[in-house]
């Protein structure tokens, strides 16, 4: 089982700043790699799959880089709204598909 | 809109049984494989179970093989997951989602809370 690693647990940021998400793979995941956001009472939603594609509706603030272990999820411009928890997981083809633990991203 | 509903969440008693079903609308269902993700507050996201979008291939995580078994009606537009056996660490909220073998989940439903307690 291919494990995820986020980090940090826990960003907390003022609107107008940016922010950089990580997610290290224990295997090479090639580009096998999405990113959801997850807000209070909300089932989680695609951000980013491919590592750098946006997926429909996603604003160009939201960006995705790595490939094989490491990834990263830049968000820019940080709105009140992007306050959220975000997930990173991996759907290559080691099974099963594996998510990170979680980034809570605060907007003060 | 595209669209996921589940349903068949409970309480039930360790041991027991829950069919899970999911309701999809807004997109042509059979073009897509499946899977049901399940969360909660200690492990978090942890992908359960998927199926082909023929129904021909399924899989499960290695702790619910042999009491959980997935499977799909297309022409109801239906998912659903028979749970059986059920155990304390089954209780979470359970999302049916769009997508599966090599391809993100795309589509999320709000869940379905079973809670195994005696």
């Known amino acids: 089982e291919i494990v995820l690693t986020q980090s940090p647990g826990t960003l907390s940021l003022s609107p107008g700043e940016s922010a950089t998400l990580s997610c290290r793979a224990s295997q090479s995941v090639s580009s096998q790699l999405a990113w959801y956001d997850q807000r209070p009472g909300q089932p989680p939603r695609l951000l980013i799959y491919g590592a750098s594609r946006r997926a429909t509706g996603i604003p160009d603030r939201f960006s995705g880089s790595g490939s094989g272990t490491d990834f990263a999820l830049t968000i820019s411009r940080l709105e009140p709204e992007d306050s959220a928890i975000y997930y990173c997981?991996?759907?290559?083809?080691?099974?099963?598909?594996?998510f990170g633990g979680g980034t809570r991203v605060e907007i003060k | 809109e595209e669209q996921l509903v589940e349903s068949g969440g409970s309480v039930v008693r360790p041991g027991g049984s829950l069919r899970l079903s999911c309701a999809a609308s807004g997109f042509t269902f059979d073009d897509y494989g499946m899977s049901w993700v399940r969360q909660t507050p200690g492990k978090g996201l942890e992908w359960v179970s998927g199926?082909?979008?023929?129904?021909?291939?399924?899989d499960y995580i290695d702790s619910v093989k042999g009491r959980f078994s997935i499977s799909r009606d297309n022409a109801k537009n239906s998912l659903h997951l028979q749970m059986d056996y059920l155990r304390a660490e089954d209780t979470a909220l359970y999302h049916c989602?769009?997508?599966?073998?090599?391809?993100?989940?795309?589509?999320w439903g709000p869940g379905t809370l079973v809670t195994v307690s005696s």
């Open positions: 989602t769009r997508g599966w073998l090599g391809g993100p989940l795309n589509l």
């Open positions: 997981q991996q759907y290559g083809t080691s099974r099963p598909l594996t």
């Open positions: 199926i082909t979008k023929n129904g021909g291939t399924t």
